[in-house]
C-alpha cells in the first residue's frame, strides 16, 4: 500500500513539472509571437514605463532617454537589433538594473514601451558607535559612499558589503583591535535611495605586556634591549600580527649579517598574558667573522646591511662576491670612484679590504664631435651632473654613466642620426683600463705606496657599443668625463604630402606635425606626427579616423613607414587620411551630485551637438577636480563603441561628491610688545611671573655655580589665540566657498580680550562661470595687540582676482572701513572714520611651498587710491622674496620691500595706514611698531606718540635656515634683518636705517609648518628717552637706551 501511494505520488509531481514547464513554454512563445509580430512595422510611439522616483521622472531627463533611443517617430522600423542596443545604451547609463521591452500592434504600426526599473544609490552613510579613529580617517576606507549603485538586498549587495567589512576589519587589525565588531544596517529613504549605517565596536586594543628575549646560549653576544630595537617592538607598543612577522625578519636579517649562518627564531604571542615570547637559536648554526678594513668613510654597520647574506642566509664565495660590488657601487654614490675592495674568505672568516682613496668629483663633462646637437641639449638628458657647491650631485657612477650613453643614442636616434656611434666600444662586460699616463699626485693603488709621488691615470671604460674616458685632475679630486662619439649623416624629409583630407586644410595639418620638408625623420617622431594627426581629426569629431605613414626613399618603393625605411638619408612622407564618419557630442547625463547642481557639472564641457572631442572634455574634467569638492571625476560614452559608431556619442558624467562642511578649531600663540617711542608704555611678560622666572635662573646659578646674580628679565607678553571655523566648499550646491571665522585673543597682562574678530566670507572661483575668482567679506575686528594703537573696525572687503599666466595673478580689492582708535596718549576711542580704498595687485609667485619654501622668487607690486578723512591719498609698493638651497638642504632667504605714499593735500597718511617697522614680522629685536623716524644724529625726529610710523618704508631681511634634525623638523637659522622710516624719501639718512641681527629654532609641524623661536639683537642701541635738548643740540644726555634685544615667538616665517 506504502509503495501504491509512493506512486501516484511521483505520477502527480511529474505532472505539475510537466505543466509548469508548459506555461512558461506558452508565455516564452507568446512574448516571441509578440516581438515578431512588430519585426518590421514602423513604430508611431515611443514610452517610458517604471520612472517613478527614478532620473527619467524628470521631464528634461525622460526627454533625453527617448532621443538616446534614436527612434524617429513613423519613420523607423522595429528590429531586434535594435531594441537589444537600446537596452544596453540605457542599462549603460547607469541609472536602471533591469530595462524590459513591450511591444503592441496598432493599426499596422508598432507601439513601443520601455519598462524600466531603477537603480538604488547610497544617499547617505552613518557612522555609529566606538570607532577610535576620525570619522574622516574612517571615510577613507569606506568605497561604499554616497552616489554609488547598490542594489539592497541582492547577491552583489551582500557581496560589497563582505568586502566593505573586510576592508575595515583589517584596518582595525592593523592599529592591533582584534576583536572589533561591525554591524550594517540599510535603511530605505526613497524608493531608490538609501542610508547605510555602520555601527562599530572597536573592542580592546592589544598591546605588548612583555616581550621574552631567550637564547640557547648562556652568553649571547647581543644584548636583549639591541635586539628589541632590531625587532622595532618593545612593551606597550600595539601588538599586531604583520608586526611579529617583520620582527621576525628583522632579527634574521640582523643575525645573518652579523655571520649566523642556520640561527632560527621563533616568535610566540601568548594572548593570556600579552607577551611576546621570543625563542634565538644559534647553537647550530654556524658563525662566520665578517671583517671590513680601511673603511675610515663608511661605517661597519652601514656596509654590513649592504651584504647580501641577510637576505639570502648563504655564506659561500659567490655570495660574498655580490658584497664585492655592492660595497664598490655604495663607494661611488658617495664619490670614491676608484675606491678599491677586495675579497678574502677563509673557513669560517670573511674579509673585505677596501682602499678608498681619495673622493673625486666631476668637475667637467666633454662631449668630442657633437657639431649638430649643442652640449646642452646632451648634459640635458643625462643624470651624471658636473660638481655645483649649491646643488647635490657631482660624483660619477660607471653604471649610471652607461646609462646616460643609452639615452644620448636614443636621443640622436630621435633627431634621425640613424648612423650614430660611440668612438669607445668593448665587449659583453664592463672593463676598466688604463689607457694613458702623465705626470701628477699619486693615486693609491693596492701595489703602491701611499705616499710615493707617481702618475696620473686617464681610464677607459666600454661595454658593447659604449664607452667614455676619465682624466684625473691634478689635485686627485677631481676628473673630467670625455664621451668621444660620431653623428653620422642625419636623414631628414625631402617633401611631405597629406592626401584624402577634406574637413581639414593641409597647412593647418602641417603646422601642428613635429617633422617637415627639411627637418629630421625618425621613426619615434613618425609616431608622434601619427598621434598628432588623429588627435587634430578626433578634435574635430572624427574618431573613426585612420591615417596611414607611407615613406619613399632612392632605389626604395613607397611603402608604410618602419623603421627601417626611414633610415635613408632624404625621405618622401605622404600622409593619408580617411576621415569616417564625423561625431557629435549627444545626451548628457549626470550622475553622483546629490547636492551639486547640475550647471556646475556642464559648464565646463562641450555642449549637445559639438564635435566629439575628448580632449575639451579632459579639460572640463581636470576643472571639475579643482574645485576641490568631488572625490571622483569620471565620464563614459554611450554609442561609440557600436558597430557602426552612433553619430550622437551619448555622455556620463560620473562624480562623487567630498565631504563639504568643516568645522575647524585651533590654537596659536605669539609674543607681542606694543613699545614704540619713549612715551609710549611697555606691555611686558606679568612681573610676578618674570619675577618668578627671574628667581629660578638665580636659583640653578647659585647651585651649580656656588654664586647668582639676580637677572632682571624683560620678557614680552604672549599672546594666545583660539580660533573656530565654520567651512562650506559646495554652498547651496553652486560650488560657492562660506568661511566663518571667530577668533579671541587674550594676553598674559590683560584680563579683557586683546583680540576679537569675525568674518563672513563668500568665494566664488569660477565667477559668471569665467576663470575669474570673487570674494566678497564682512568682517569686525577688535583689536589691542597687533597695533600701538587700540581700534575696532567695522567693513568690508570685495576682491576680484585672475591667474594671467601660471603664477602671475592680477588682483583688484576694494575695502569699506569705518574704523575707530584709540591712540596710546588718548583714553576715549575717537568716533568712526570712513575710510575706502581701491588696490590692484599683481604677484608674481614662482614659490616652491607657499609656506616653507626652498627654491624660487616671489615679486609683488601694488597701487593703492585712499579716500580718509575727508582726503585722498595714494600708496604704492614693491615687494620681492627670493629662495634658493644648498645641495638641498641648506636655504637662504632674502626679502626686500619698498611702499610710499602721498597725499594731495600735503598731509600725512592716516595713522591706520602708515607703514611701521619693529617685531616678528619684519625688524627682529625691537618691540612691535618700536621703529621711529631719526636724524641725522640718530634721535627721534618726533618722540610725539601720535606720530606713529612713516609714509615711506624701506626693509629687508636674509635668513639662513639647517637642518638639525630634519626627520623631526627641527631647524635653525640665523638672520639680519634691516629697516627705515620717513616722511619721504628724500628725508631719508643713514640714521634712518636700524638693524638687528639673531639667531632661531624652528619646529616644523608636519615638515612643513614652521613655529620659530626667534632671539635678535640690536645693532645700534638708540635712546628712547633723552633730556630736552633742541633737536639740532650737539650734546644731549640720554635717559633710557633700548634693550639689547628682544625674542618672538610665532608661527610661520616673517617673510
Same mark, same amino acid.
Given at each position: ?59 528634461? #531627463?525622460?526627454? =533625453?532617454?527617448?532621443? +538616446?533611443?534614436?527612434?524617429?517617430? !513613423?519613420? $523607423? *522600423?522595429?528590429? %531586434?537589433?535594435?531594441? @537589444? ?66 542594489? #539592497?538586498?541582492? =547577491?552583489?549587495?551582500? +557581496?560589497?558589503?563582505?568586502?566593505? !567589512?573586510? $576592508? *575595515?576589519?583589517? %584596518?582595525?587589525?592593523? @592599529? ?89 627564531? @621563533? ?789
Amino acid at each position: 500500500m506504502r509503495d501504491f501511494h509512493l506512486g501516484v505520488r511521483d505520477r502527480l509531481r511529474g505532472a505539475v513539472q510537466l505543466l509548469g514547464l508548459g506555461c512558461l513554454l506558452i508565455l516564452y512563445t507568446a512574448r516571441v509571437a509578440a516581438a515578431d509580430s512588430c519585426q518590421g512595422l514602423v513604430i508611431d510611439s515611443v514610452l517610458l514605463s517604471g520612472c517613478q522616483n527614478t532620473k527619467c521622472e524628470q521631464q528634461q #531627463y525622460y526627454t =533625453k532617454f527617448i532621443r +538616446l533611443t534614436d527612434i524617429e517617430v !513613423k519613420k $523607423t *522600423l522595429y528590429s %531586434k537589433a535594435l531594441i @537589444e542596443s537600446i537596452v544596453k545604451r540605457f542599462i549603460k547609463t547607469g541609472f536602471f538594473r533591469e530595462v524590459k521591452v513591450r511591444c503592441q500592434r496598432r493599426d499596422g504600426h508598432a507601439r513601443v514601451t520601455f519598462d524600466v526599473v531603477g537603480n538604488s544609490f547610497i544617499r547617505k552613510v552613518t557612522i555609529k558607535g566606538d570607532y577610535h579613529f576620525f570619522k574622516s580617517e574612517i571615510q577613507k576606507s569606506i568605497f561604499l559612499r554616497p552616489g554609488k549603485v547598490f542594489n #539592497y538586498p541582492g =547577491k552583489e549587495a551582500a +557581496l560589497a558589503l563582505e568586502r566593505q !567589512k573586510g $576592508t *575595515l576589519l583589517r %584596518k582595525y587589525v592593523r @592599529e592591533g583591535f582584534y576583536d572589533t565588531k561591525l554591524r550594517y544596517e540599510v535603511k530605505r529613504i526613497q524608493q531608490y535611495q538609501l542610508e547605510l549605517i555602520v555601527t562599530i565596536d572597536k573592542g580592546k586594543k592589544l598591546k605588548i605586556a612583555k616581550v621574552n628575549v631567550r637564547f640557547d646560549k648562556e652568553k649571547p653576544e647581543f644584548e636583549p634591549r639591541k635586539l628589541m630595537r632590531v625587532m622595532k617592538l618593545s612593551e606597550g607598543a600595539t601588538y599586531t600580527g604583520r608586526k611579529r612577522q617583520q620582527a621576525r625578519k628583522n632579527l634574521l636579517k640582523h643575525f645573518r649579517i652579523h655571520g649566523y649562518a642556520g640561527v632560527r627564531v @621563533e616568535i610566540k604571542w601568548i594572548l593570556a598574558r600579552r607577551q611576546l615570547d621570543v625563542e634565538i637559536s644559534t647553537q647550530n648554526a654556524r658563525r662566520y667573522e665578517i671583517v671590513f678594513r680601511g673603511n675610515r668613510s663608511v661605517d661597519s654597520e652601514v656596509l654590513r646591511a649592504l651584504l647580501p647574506f641577510g637576505e639570502s642566509g648563504v655564506f659561500t664565495e659567490t655570495e660574498a662576491g655580490f658584497g664585492v660590488d655592492a660595497i664598490r657601487r655604495h663607494y661611488e654614490t658617495k664619490g670614491f670612484l676608484f675606491a678599491d675592495v677586495r675579497l678574502s674568505v677563509r673557513k669560517n672568516r670573511i674579509e673585505y679590504d677596501i682602499v678608498e682613496n681619495r673622493r673625486v668629483e666631476v668637475r667637467h663633462i666633454r662631449f668630442v664631435g657633437n657639431r649638430r646637437l649643442t652640449r646642452e641639449k646632451l648634459l640635458g638628458v643625462m643624470q651624471t651632473k658636473e660638481w655645483d657647491f649649491f646643488d647635490d650631485g657631482g660624483f660619477l657612477q660607471v653604471e649610471q654613466v652607461m646609462q646616460d650613453l643609452a639615452r644620448l643614442r636614443q636621443l640622436y636616434q630621435q633627431q634621425g642620426f640613424h648612423r650614430f656611434k660611440f668612438k669607445l666600444t668593448g665587449g659583453k662586460i664592463l672593463s676598466r683600463k688604463l689607457t694613458n699616463r702623465r705626470d701628477g699626485p699619486c693615486l693609491i693603488v693596492f701595489g703602491r705606496e701611499r705616499d710615493r709621488h707617481c702618475t696620473r691615470f686617464i681610464y677607459t671604460y666600454t661595454y658593447r657599443e659604449r664607452g667614455f674616458q676619465i682624466v684625473l685632475g691634478e689635485d686627485a679630486t677631481a676628473l673630467d668625463l670625455r664621451i668621444e662619439l660620431e653623428e653620422g649623416t642625419q636623414s631628414t624629409v625631402s617633401a611631405i604630402s597629406v592626401v584624402g583630407k577634406r574637413e581639414i586644410k593641409t597647412a593647418e595639418i602641417t603646422k601642428k606635425l613635429p617633422i617637415g620638408a627639411g627637418k629630421p625623420i625618425s621613426y619615434s617622431l613618425l609616431l608622434e606626427t601619427y598621434n598628432r594627426v588623429v588627435s587634430l581629426y578626433q578634435s574635430k569629431g572624427y574618431h573613426q579616423v585612420k591615417v596611414e605613414m607611407l615613406c619613399r626613399a632612392p632605389k626604395m618603393p613607397e611603402q608604410k613607414c618602419n623603421p627601417k625605411n626611414t633610415t635613408a638619408v632624404k625621405v618622401m612622407l605622404r600622409i593619408k587620411v580617411t576621415e569616417g564618419p564625423r561625431l557629435q557630442l549627444g545626451e548628457i547625463f549626470l550622475h553622483g551630485n546629490l547636492s551639486t547642481v547640475d550647471n556646475i557639472l556642464m559648464r565646463d564641457f562641450p555642449k549637445p551637438g559639438a564635435p566629439f572631442d575628448q580632449q575639451k572634455i579632459e579639460e572640463g574634467k581636470k576643472k571639475l577636480r579643482d574645485l576641490g569638492i568631488f572625490r571622483q571625476v569620471q565620464t563614459e560614452y554611450i554609442g561609440i563603441d557600436e558597430t557602426p559608431p552612433r553619430k550622437r556619442v551619448a555622455m556620463v558624467i560620473s562624480v562623487e561628491e567630498d565631504s563639504s562642511q568643516f568645522l575647524e578649531f585651533s590654537i596659536g600663540f605669539q609674543t607681542f610688545n606694543r613699545t614704540s617711542n619713549a612715551q609710549f608704555g611697555n606691555l611686558k611678560f606679568p612681573a610676578g611671573l618674570s619675577s618668578s622666572f627671574t628667581q629660578g635662573v638665580t636659583h640653578t646659578d647659585e647651585t651649580i655655580h656656588g654664586f647668582g646674580k639676580q637677572l632682571n628679565l624683560d620678557i614680552p607678553d604672549l599672546l594666545i589665540v583660539g580660533r573656530v571655523e565654520y567651512i562650506n566648499k559646495n554652498l547651496f550646491g553652486r560650488a560657492w566657498e562660506l568661511r566663518i571665522p571667530l577668533e579671541l585673543g587674550m594676553s598674559m597682562t590683560s584680563e579683557i580680550p586683546r583680540l576679537a574678530s569675525g568674518k563672513v566670507t563668500w568665494i566664488n572661483t569660477r565667477f559668471f562661470d569665467t576663470d575669474l575668482n570673487l570674494r566678497v567679506t564682512a568682517l569686525t575686528t577688535y583689536d589691542r595687540a597687533s597695533e600701538v594703537f587700540d581700534q575696532l573696525v567695522i567693513g568690508g572687503e570685495v576682491e576680484l582676482s585672475k591667474e594671467l599666466y601660471r603664477g602671475l595673478v592680477l588682483s583688484v580689492l576694494v575695502e569699506v572701513q569705518g574704523i575707530k582708535i584709540r591712540k596710546p596718549t588718548q583714553k576715549e576711542y575717537q568716533g568712526f572714520q570712513p575710510q575706502t580704498s581701491l588696490t590692484p595687485t599683481l604677484t608674481f609667485n614662482r614659490l616652491d611651498n607657499p609656506i616653507h619654501p626652498t627654491s624660487g622668487y616671489w615679486l609683488s607690486g601694488s597701487v593703492s587710491y585712499l579716500l580718509a578723512n575727508g582726503d585722498n591719498f595714494a600708496k604704492w609698493s614693491l615687494e620681492a622674496k627670493f629662495v634658493f638651497s644648498l645641495r638641498k638642504k641648506y636655504i637662504f632667504a632674502f626679502y626686500f620691500r619698498y611702499a610710499d605714499g602721498k597725499s594731495f593735500s600735503s598731509k600725512l597718511l592716516p595713522i591706520t595706514e602708515r607703514f611701521k617697522l619693529g617685531g616678528g614680522r619684519n625688524v627682529r629685536g625691537f618691540g612691535d611698531d618700536a621703529i621711529g623716524q631719526y636724524s641725522s644724529t640718530g634721535r627721534l625726529i618726533n618722540p610725539d606718540p601720535d606720530r606713529i610710523g612713516g609714509d615711506t618704508v624701506l626693509n629687508g631681511s636674509f635668513e639662513f635656515r639647517l637642518p638639525i634634525v630634519q626627520k623631526i623638523g627641527i631647524w635653525a637659522a640665523v638672520f639680519a634683518d634691516f629697516g627705515g622710516l620717513a616722511d619721504s624719501l628724500a628725508k631719508y639718512t643713514r640714521s634712518s636705517i636700524r638693524g638687528s641681527v639673531g639667531f632661531g629654532l624652528r619646529y616644523l609641524v608636519g615638515n612643513q609648518i614652521p613655529i620659530r623661536f626667534d632671539y635678535a639683537f640690536i645693532l645700534d642701541r638708540r635712546c628712547l628717552s633723552v633730556t630736552a635738548e633742541p633737536l639740532g643740540a650737539v650734546t644731549w644726555s640720554c635717559n633710557r637706551r633700548e634693550p639689547v634685544g628682544n625674542y618672538h615667538i610665532q608661527i610661520l616665517y616673517s617673510f
